[in-house]
Nanobody
């Protein structure tokens, strides 16, 4: 079992930056595909970014504004978001899957965190 705990969310203004962290417990996730997803009220869960090894992939909506990275020493993954927009407002979730490839499909992730709220005011 892997437990994931997100942190770093909050209320920010448009144009600000924010770094979300996802700490993993129970197993080492250095060989897992890790992903960030978000869900806004009334909308489906949306892919944001994924990392597997040192390879990364981003949704078009955040490409150029987001950076996903690993801290294997801390068994954690972070998502740095720059130039935040009101449309980035959502609950952000971290997920993990023991697969050997980048993973965008939320249905293929095994473990999920509880989420952290990000609110961007205009």
């Amino acid at each position: 079992q892997v437990q994931l705990v997100e942190s770093g969310g909050g209320l920010v203004q448009a144009g600000d930056s924010l770094t979300l962290s996802c700490a993993a417990f129970g197993r080492t996730v250095s060989n897992y595909a890790m992903g960030w997803f978000r869900q806004a009220p009334g909308k489906e869960r949306e892919f944001v970014a994924t990392i597997r090894g040192s390879s990364t992939y981003y949704a078009d909506s955040v490409k150029g504004r987001a950076t996903i990275s690993r801290n294997n020493a801390k068994n954690a993954v972070t998502l740095q978001m720059n130039s935040l927009k009101p449309e980035d407002t959502a609950v952000y979730y971290c997920a993990a899957a023991l697969v050997l490839y980048l993973l965008r499909d939320p249905n293929q992730y095994t473990y999920w965190g509880q989420g952290t709220q990000v609110t961007v005011s205009s």
